[in-house]
């Protein structure tokens, strides 16, 4: 309705009927499962809940031109560890859309590796027993080690300092030890404890 008045106060008024056509907007909306993931697994499933929405984009933020699903609930493969903005764009069938955003967390792998044996004899080879990890905190580590008795004989907070087969100086006897190692990894803050043996051969 459009109603005019002139100088004088005279109204006029116009009435159109069907004039404007407001049509519904759909209702973006999702989950993601996990919302926290590794470089290794690093598979995403997306949960749709939409509403009213008969077309689906999704861009996964990780600035590859594959990147783009318009799957109504695609998965999705990341392989670098960081945070992704994940963008939902839903239009029905008047064309009106909406948009909705979340977050998933890409952590670094954890992944270690112990000899079972070394041979301190100067040859150059297998000298040192290491604790060889990545994606661990510095500040968390304990390696003890320990001989057939359960005595003591090695303890080191530095994951960068092995076991070079020695106690007090002087080189431990060949045969079989035992180590405790405990660390807490980098992504999901997890502690774990290894236990195994070791073999000193000369």
């Known amino acids: 309705m459009l109603i005019v008045k002139n100088q004088y106060n005279c109204l006029d008024t116009l009435t159109k009927y069907n004039y404007i056509t407001v049509y519904p907007s759909p209702l973006s909306g999702f989950s ?8 290794v697994d690093g598979y995403v499933w997306i949960i749709d809940n939409s509403t009213g929405a008969n077309s689906w984009y999704y861009d996964f933020g990780d600035n590859n031109n594959a990147d783009i699903f318009y799957d109504r609930e695609p998965m999705y493969r990341y392989t ?6 994940i963008t939902q764009i839903v ?5 009106c859309s909406d948009t909705s955003y979340n977050q998933v967390v890409v952590r670094p792998f954890t992944t270690y590796y112990l000899p079972n044996a070394i041979t301190p004899n100067d040859d150059g080879q297998n000298e040192i027993f290491y604790f060889y990890a990545t994606n661990i905190e510095l500040d968390n580590f304990e390696m003890r080690i320990f001989d057939r008795w359960g005595k003591q004989i090695f303890f080191t907070t530095d994951p960068n300092i092995g076991w070079d087969g020695k106690y007090k100086g002087e080189l431990v006897p060949q045969g079989v030890y035992s ?7 980098s992504q999901n803050y997890n502690k774990h404890i290894l236990q195994g043996s070791l073999t000193i051969i000369y």
């Open 32 to 39: 993601i499962s996990p919302t926290i993931t590794t470089e």
């Open 80 to 85: 670098i560890a960081d945070n992704y903005v």
């Open 91 to 95: 239009t029905n069938h008047y064309g």
């Open 179 to 185: 180590y405790i190692i405990n660390f807490t990894d």
